[in-house]
């Protein structure tokens, strides 16, 4: 770890200068060839709503910028669409690269202006566990009422429900109990922490 | 021609008339769908955004399932689509993921089958002369837009199927039904995706984009192949919002199948449109 000062604005900040080798080595996915032409950028359809460009993730990852890096809303607001991966010219696998970060973070704990999406990953992969399917009822249910916005969408769910689209009750899976051992096994990544 | 399917949660749950329609066109075409027996969720975004391996794990339990059908694979939903495609290739190289997945599955795995989506399926295998033979109420006078979303034609290396840029599949089999397909600018754009729950603005703010652009290209409605599109595109525009069908929603009414059961399921009413242009009985 090394603390730097940034000329323009005087902050310290700190550099992990060994963090763009553990990001690919985890993801197995190379970063260092990019050479920021920012096609990435420029086509990301979630652009507009993040903190950082993609390509300035990828930049701040070549750095070490570890800490802006994983507290970052990008990481969480990729929505895999695969168009940067699709257009670069150097075959940088971003999305897979973000999945590694957003990994990276929950595993130290990191909590970014994104926690909802944590949440919702978090009773959706629960839900999961629990019936070996999808519910909507119980995963909308439980979401929005941790994120402590119980009437966001409800018209709309009602709206569905009229429509036939949503199953009130749960339907569980013959052999759950795979699932159980799938998530014991997997469950904790048995990958390095930082 | 029999073939081993994987519906989704969604087919089952919000996008039904995906599912049902499905299984109307593939029986109607003579395609045989043998259900992956005990499927589970494919642990879709929340599983490869919260631990990259506990996501492949999911998957890949489908997938040996799947193997020990002796079928190739058909999957409706480009998402999980997509996740099984990079899982079938992680099992093959990752042989601790392989050793502790045959491990508990008690079943070997070998990937010596192939995963396709519906769409490659109807275009390739069952073709367009054989679709055009079958079409009993062309789709006359409507006027589509044809919308592929991200997943289902790229990265090209993982899906192998159709232009990632500018593809083809449904803009053909459009025509092929007897409907206009439109030339237009977002075909590829993304819906936002999974986003739908936890940032319903940024998906309000794209689905708006996405449907704006339809209208502007002078589309009556649009098609899709993609529960998570259908979706954000047929719920979060709002009012005037466009009518957002499955592929084989089209393809069922084409082929004559009444499809009342489908049609009333969306949140966007599509029966105006149908019933107006009489290609739908009128109540
Ligand atoms: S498109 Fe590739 S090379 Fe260009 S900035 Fe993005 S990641 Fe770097
Ligand atoms: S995969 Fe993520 S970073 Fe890449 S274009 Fe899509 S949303 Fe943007």
């Not at chain 1, 992990?16 to 050479?35: D, N």
């Not at chain 2, 499905?22 to 494919?42: F, K, R």
């Amino acid at each position: 770890m090394k603390v730097i000062t940034i000329a323009k604005t005087g902050d310290e900040e700190t550099v992990e200068p060994g963090f763009a080798e553990l990001v690919q080595q985890i993801s197995g996915k190379e970063l260092r060839q990019c050479y920021h032409c920012l096609k990435c950028s420029a086509g990301c359809p979630i652009n507009f709503a993040m903190d950082w460009a993609p390509n300035q993730i990828i930049r701040m990852v070549q750095l070490g910028l570890q800490e802006r890096v994983l507290s970052s809303s990008t990481i969480w607001l990729c929505a895999s669409c695969e168009t940067c991966s699709t257009r670069c010219p150097n075959e940088v696998d971003l999305p897979t690269i973000m999945d590694t970060l957003k990994e990276m973070a929950i595993q130290n704990g990191i909590r970014s202006q994104q926690a909802g999406i944590q949440t919702f990953h978090r009773v959706f992969l629960n839900c999961l566990r629990e019936y070996g399917r999808m519910h909507e009822v119980s995963l909308l249910a439980l979401y929005k009422l941790l994120t402590l916005n119980p009437f966001e969408d409800m018209g709309l769910g009602i709206k569905m429900f009229r429509k036939g689209k949503l199953n009130l009750l749960p339907s569980r899976i013959e052999n759950v109990h795979e699932l159980e051992t799938i998530f014991r096994t997997f469950g904790e990544s048995k990958r390095s922490k930082i | 021609m029999k073939l081993s399917y994987f519906p989704g949660c969604s087919l089952d749950g919000t996008a039904k008339e995906y599912g049902s329609s499905t299984s109307a066109i593939c029986q109607a075409l003579g395609l045989e769908l043998i259900e992956v027996p005990d499927w589970n969720c494919c642990g879709a975004s929340s599983g490869h955004s919260t631990n990259y391996l506990l996501g492949q794990a999911l998957a890949a339990r489908n997938l040996i399932l799947a193997e020990k059908q002796g079928l190739d694979m058909v999957v409706a939903c480009a998402a999980c689509f997509s996740r099984f495609k990079k899982t079938n290739i992680a099992l093959k190289e990752n042989a601790e993921l392989r050793g502790k997945m045959e491990e508990i599955m008690g079943i070997p795995y070998k990937g010596s089958f192939q995963i396709r989506h519906l769409l490659d399926v109807i275009y390739n295998t069952v073709g367009l002369e054989t679709i055009k033979k079958e079409v009993t109420n062309p789709l006359k006078d409507l006027r589509l837009v044809p919308y592929y979303g991200c997943v289902i034609v790229r990265p090209h290396e993982l899906t192998q199927f159709d232009d990632e840029e500018q593809p083809q599949v449904i803009d053909n089999l459009i025509e092929a039904i007897g409907a206009e397909s439109l030339p237009w600018s977002d075909k590829t754009e993304c819906c936002g995706a999974s986003l739908a729950l936890t940032r319903v603005d940024i998906v309000k703010k794209l689905a708006r984009g996405i449907v704006e652009m339809a209208k502007e290209a002078g589309a009556q409605a649009i098609a899709t192949a993609c529960p998570l599109c259908q979706a954000n595109l047929d719920m979060r525009y709002g009012e005037d919002g466009l009518p957002v069908f499955y592929f084989t929603e089209l393809l069922g009414l084409a082929l004559g199948i009444e499809g009342k059961n489908w049609l009333e399921r969306h949140i966007t009413d599509p029966l105006p449109l149908l019933t107006s242009l009489n290609l739908v009985k009128g109540e």
